[in-house]
């Protein structure tokens, strides 16, 4: 859908509970933009300038949902720049955090009142982090909850405690675990104009993530050591793994055959993962979706890769990269790897797009609108 669509200007409905099962006056007018919050957590900013998967995602739908003529609103923090209006309450992002996202005060609070101040205007709320959902149980808006993270077992069971929120999974193999009745996959997408096809690669391997045992940066540097081919790491190093990085792979940087570039912004990263022959995802977790992987192969840059998690979902066999079951055979994988880059760019473009991703959110966003609207009529008759 592309335009205009309706905006309730006043719903209720009696899908919730302690809700009213009757509206004294319902209010709907047609030709305008539908209303759209989307709230991220409020420690990175939207686009992050450096990590930042769930950041990039809300920045990169609230691009697409404009380009459709959606009237969007980021929450975020006050050092966000995307170029949609963003609220706020907390000037300043905080990263890396001691605890985890979604059990923080911080979160909390921003969650709290974002919710609250968008249910007063918009016809939708997108939040992006667990701790949103706590006050869908106080607002008609209805509520989209894209899910980022690996299955939880935790999770689900507070998920299921609010049915009448509409779920999204990232992969498909996320979704096949979390057994929810209103799920739907929809893969992440990029704008693939802001990623130069390389055509000429450069003699390195590439390497961009957490440095992390689960993110299998020790795996990176053993397929370098096999190949014989020179290996840029880039990422950030939490202080929680810090143990992992002076004793696995601090010691194997030497600047020349192993190089560590510390974290890059967008420009930074495009050169890395451009120039690179393959860029290696070495994955030893469940991995939701891997955001790093379109974007590698949006550069024409092949992922090779261990089949965890969405991993077989993203890279194409041949077209876009190859998936292996150990690091042996992501080594012999290298020595003919001859997978031309446009390519490789255009298996992203035809199913990890933003105007995909994009498309399908207003297909979501418009089912859920036009099924609330026909409640209340139902209410009100």
Wanted: proline share 6%.
């Amino acid at each position: 859908m592309k335009g205009k669509f309706f905006g309730l200007l006043e719903t209720a409905t009696a899908a919730k509970p302690n809700h009213r099962s009757w509206i004294p006056h319902l209010t709907y007018c047609f030709d305008l933009p539908m209303r759209v919050a989307l709230i991220a957590p409020p420690f990175i900013a939207v686009p992050p300038q450096k990590y930042g998967g769930t950041e990039l995602f809300v920045s990169e739908l609230a691009r697409g949902l404009q380009a459709h003529e959606i009237d969007v609103t980021v929450y975020a923090n006050g050092e966000s720049t995307i170029d949609v209006p963003v609220r706020w309450i907390y000037r300043q992002g905080e990263w890396p955090l001691e605890r985890d996202v979604e059990t923080t005060l911080k979160g909390l609070n921003h969650f709290a009142w974002a919710v609250a101040d968008a249910a007063k205007v918009v016809d939708l709320i997108h939040v992006n982090s667990a701790p949103g959902l706590s006050f869908a149980r106080f607002i008609d808006t209805p509520m989209v909850h894209t899910v980022h993270h690996t299955y939880d077992a935790a999770m689900e069971e507070f998920y299921r405690a609010y049915p009448y929120v509409r779920y999204v999974t990232i992969s498909d193999f996320q979704r096949t675990r979390l057994r929810l009745p209103r799920v739907q996959t929809i893969h992440h997408g990029i704008d693939t104009a802001l990623y130069p096809v390389v055509e000429k690669k450069q003699e390195y391997l590439s390497f961009l993530g957490r440095i992390a045992p689960s993110k299998g940066t020790h795996l990176a540097i053993e397929i370098a050591r096999r190949t014989g081919i020179p290996l840029k790491i880039a990422g950030e190093v939490q202080p929680v793994y810090k143990t992992y990085w002076d004793s696995e792979v601090k010691p194997m940087v030497d600047g020349r055959f192993i190089e560590y570039v510390g974290e890059v912004g967008m420009e930074e990263k495009i050169e890395l993962l451009g120039n690179s022959m393959a860029m290696l995802f070495p994955v030893q977790w469940d991995e939701p979706f891997g955001l790093v992987m379109i974007e590698a192969m949006a550069c024409g840059t092949p992922v090779l890769a261990l089949p965890f998690g969405s991993v077989p979902e993203v890279v194409r066999e041949g077209v876009s990269g190859c998936v292996r079951e150990n690091v042996a055979e992501l080594a012999v994988c290298l020595r003919d790897l001859k997978i031309p880059a446009g390519t490789v760019r255009g298996y992203v473009e035809e199913f990890f797009s933003v105007e995909r991703m994009t498309r399908n959110y207003i297909s979501l966003y418009t089912e859920i609108v036009r099924d609330r609207l026909a409640e209340t009529e139902q209410t009100v008759a």
